[in-house]
Nanobody, 119 residues
Framework: QVQLVESGGGLVQAGGSLRLSCAAS??????YGWFRQAPGKEREFVAG??????????DYADSVKGRFTISRDNAKNIMYLQMNILKPEDTAVYYC????????????WGQGTQVTVSA
């Protein structure tokens, strides 16, 4: 059974940092991603990571480029999202996701972790 479990959320002041983790159990996937959903808003893509052979690739939403970094520890089957220079508009529930294929939608989702950035 596949499980994705996020951790690392919390309350931080603007300008601060947090690191989110997503532990995957059951198997590994072709592609992983982070999404977020703020109150009253649609869920949005934050960052994604995938590999071809031994090379990893990542992409980011424009709103987090230069501030957030996605990474993955294959040995532990854990994905991370390092979030720096946090802004109040980063406040949201953050979800990790995993996909069977390199394109298309995500097949598995975590339960989410709350990130709150105070002004």
């Amino acid at each position: 059974q596949v499980q994705l479990v996020e951790s690392g959320g919390g309350l931080v002041q603007a300008g601060g940092s947090l690191r989110l983790s997503c532990a995957a159990s059951g198997r590994t996937f072709s592609r992983y991603g982070w999404f977020r959903q703020a109150p009253g808003k649609e869920r949005e893509f934050v960052a994604g990571i995938w590999s071809r052979g031994s090379t990893y690739y990542a992409d980011y939403a424009d709103s987090v480029k230069g501030r957030f970094t996605i990474s993955r520890d294959n040995a532990k089957n854990i994905m991370y999202l390092q979030m720096n220079i946090l802004k109040p508009e980063d406040t949201a529930v953050y979800y990790c996701a995993a996909a069977e294929l390199l394109s298309g939608g995500y097949d598995y989702w975590g339960q989410g972790t709350q990130v709150t950035v105070s002004a």
